[in-house]
């Protein structure tokens, strides 16, 4: 629920946006007037090697320390080499030697060294990808023979450089179809490069190496930087239609004990929001509290959805506030402000069996029932769980509270230094916080249950990505995470993240799934044990 709120943050800022997204970060300039074409993506990572002295992220290295952590790394760069394999079958010319024993290798350096990638290409044209990995001859020779050996393999055949290729920088080139790959050596960086004849960016990074000694500017304190183009990559990213979505700059550093991520979301056109007073229901959420999440701005994109327009919800909320207790993994909750929400749940009543037929159809057998001596309005009849809506027990009764399971705690209210982190905060759009040890499981527990009741295959039980998300000895260590979503000006937001490795727990449970998927690193739909109704995946 709370990953959904950070999307619907940003869903929010993005909608009433409808121009091309403005450049959030500089890109390498080329060394000549020559125009490249449109950077769409780019990473640039220091290498390990380059960062085993720095002390900070004490908690980031201690959980990669440990066994399973080893385990999941090569088990991840197996299945990474074994994909072109998988991927190009049809095109594979020689069996022997292997394309992944080749390929493995290569990948390890990608990790101990520092690594650029980029992605460029202009609209409806087709892209072109340049990798430049810093090593020395050594490397760089068990490169050249392993890249020789696997264009063969993959049927490639070589070709004359282009014209314009300079010899000192392209050493080689293949042609497959209307592919060209090149590989290349400019000063200490190895070059290698896919995509269409005729694009020149391979060679723009060798002159930008041959005369500033790197293909782009060194990252100083940074560990890592990432750009894209968000708007450019929509389809590609399965992000969701109908909004303009930003250019993103993010880089990330150790801080610390912790690892800090710092981006920029930028836009061309200026975004329309209101940012209001928070009001939180600082009496209906209690403790033992392991997460808080709160957004605003999202009256816009609200309004548009389906769902709310046919649940007749007035006034659309601009404010969601979601929390998690820790006694019960079902346990999270989402409430908004909602005036007069007893008479607004009744009149909410009667539409719901046609709401919940038309959009969870799934779930043919629930029942909507109204309690005659309460407020609330619940689905029942489903295994475990209880959907409901209820008026949150706030003094002035104008929350409305949604959660799957009965809040039972009577504890005491979260602290003031909670709220502290929203309340007075006039530019803050997005805030969360979160014990990610306890969300992990929370988040297992609720994606077991959701292929239970959906009727999907389970997830595997015993996969190298399990073993370490639920080993103690490596989840011990997650900590806190805080991410926060702020706006720098009306066309620009600053997104901050503070966590032991970088990731909340529900994305540490969507990377598990994702490697753990057949078709990794590709995806693939969920497998069908029995369906009653198709219902969306997980």
């Known amino acids: 629920m709370r990953h959904s709120l950070l999307v619907a943050a940003l869903l929010g800022a993005s909608a009433n946006s409808g121009m091309t997204p403005a450049v959030a970060a500089a890109e390498p300039a080329p060394p000549s007037s020559a125009k490249l074409p449109e950077l769409l993506a780019s990473w640039h990572f220091?290498?390990?090697?380059?960062?085993?002295?720095?002390?900070?992220?004490?908690?980031?290295?201690?959980?990669?320390?440990?066994?399973?952590?080893?385990?999941?790394?090569?088990?991840?760069?197996?299945?990474?080499?074994?994909?072109?394999?998988?991927?190009?079958?049809?095109?594979?010319?020689?069996?022997?030697?292997?394309?992944?024993?080749?390929?493995?290798?290569?990948?390890?350096?990608?990790?101990?060294?520092?690594?650029y990638i980029e992605c460029r290409g202009d609209?409806?044209?087709?892209?072109?990808?340049?990798?430049?990995?810093?090593?020395?001859?050594?490397?760089?020779?068990?490169?050249?023979?392993?890249?020789i050996q696997l264009m063969a393999a993959f049927g490639a055949a070589p070709t004359a450089p282009l014209d314009g290729d300079p010899p000192n920088v392209v050493e080689a080139s293949w042609a497959s179809g209307d592919t060209l790959a090149r590989f290349g050596r400019a000063g200490e960086w190895t070059l290698c490069s896919f995509g269409p004849p005729g694009l020149q960016s391979v060679v723009a990074a060798g002159k930008r190496i041959r005369l500033t000694g790197r293909p782009v500017t060194a990252l100083g304190e940074d560990w890592f930087q990432l750009r894209a183009n968000l708007a450019q990559l929509t389809a590609r990213l399965s992000l969701p239609q109908g909004v303009t979505w930003p250019r993103l700059a993010l880089t990330g550093a150790g801080r610390s004990a912790n690892l800090r991520l710092d981006g920029r979301l930028a836009w061309e056109k200026p975004l329309t929001w209101t940012l209001e007073p928070w009001r939180i229901p600082t009496n209906t959420i209690r403790e033992p509290l392991i997460s808080f999440t709160a957004a605003q701005g999202l009256r816009p994109w609200l309004a548009r959805q389906p769902?709310?327009?046919?649940?007749?919800?007035?006034?659309?909320?601009?404010?969601?506030?979601?929390?998690?207790?820790?006694?019960?993994?079902?346990?999270?909750?989402?409430?908004?402000?909602?005036?007069?929400?007893?008479?607004?749940?009744?009149?909410?009543?009667?539409?719901?069996?046609?709401?919940v037929k038309a959009n969870l159809p799934w779930l043919e057998y629930a029942k909507v029932a109204t309690p005659t001596n309460t407020a609330q309005v619940a689905l029942q009849g489903i295994p475990i769980v209880i959907p409901y809506l209820e008026p949150a027990g706030e003094p002035d009764r104008d929350?409305?509270?949604?959660?799957?399971?009965?809040?039972?705690?009577?504890?005491?209210?979260?602290?003031?230094?909670?709220?502290?982190?929203?309340?007075?905060?006039?530019?803050?759009?997005?805030?969360?916080?979160?014990?990610?040890?306890?969300?992990?499981?929370?988040?297992?527990?609720?994606?077991?249950?959701?292929?239970?009741?959906?009727?999907?295959?389970?997830?595997?039980?015993?996969?190298?990505?399990?073993?370490?998300?639920?080993?103690t000895n490596t989840t011990r260590y997650l900590g806190n995470a805080v991410t926060e979503l702020t706006v720098l000006s009306p066309r620009e937001l600053a997104l901050t993240r503070t966590a032991a490795i970088g990731l909340t727990g529900y994305e540490l449970m969507r990377l598990t799934r994702w490697l753990d998927d057949p078709a990794f690193p590709a995806t693939s739909p969920p497998r069908k044990v029995f369906s009653r109704r198709e219902p969306p995946a997980p």
């Open 307 to 355: 769902l709310v327009q046919a649940a007749g919800l007035n006034p659309v909320p601009n404010q969601l506030f979601g929390w998690a207790q820790s006694q019960v993994p079902f346990q999270t909750y989402l409430a908004w402000l909602l005036p007069d929400p007893t008479n607004a749940l009744r009149q909410l009543a009667p539409r719901l069996p046609d709401l």
């Open 46 to 115: 220091a290498g390990t090697l380059a960062l085993a002295g720095d002390t900070n992220a004490a908690l980031l290295r201690s959980a990669l320390a440990t066994p399973t952590s080893h385990a999941l790394i090569e088990h991840t760069l197996d299945k990474l080499a074994r994909a072109p394999q998988r991927f190009f079958s049809n095109r594979l010319a020689v069996a022997t030697p292997e394309p992944a024993l080749l390929l493995r290798p290569l990948l390890d350096d990608l990790l101990r060294a520092e690594t």
């Open 399 to 471: 929350f409305v509270v949604a959660g799957i399971f009965p809040a039972v705690s009577r504890k005491p209210t979260a602290p003031p230094e909670l709220y502290a982190q929203v309340l007075g905060r006039t530019n803050l759009l997005y805030y969360d916080w979160e014990i990610t040890q306890n969300r992990v499981e929370d988040w297992r527990n609720l994606m077991l249950y959701y292929a239970m009741l959906a009727g999907y295959l389970p997830p595997p039980t015993n996969s190298a990505s399990v073993r370490w998300l639920t080993d």
């Open 123 to 147: 609209p409806d044209q087709p892209r072109e990808w340049i990798l430049s990995v810093q090593m020395d001859r050594a490397r760089a020779e068990v490169w050249r023979t392993n890249w």
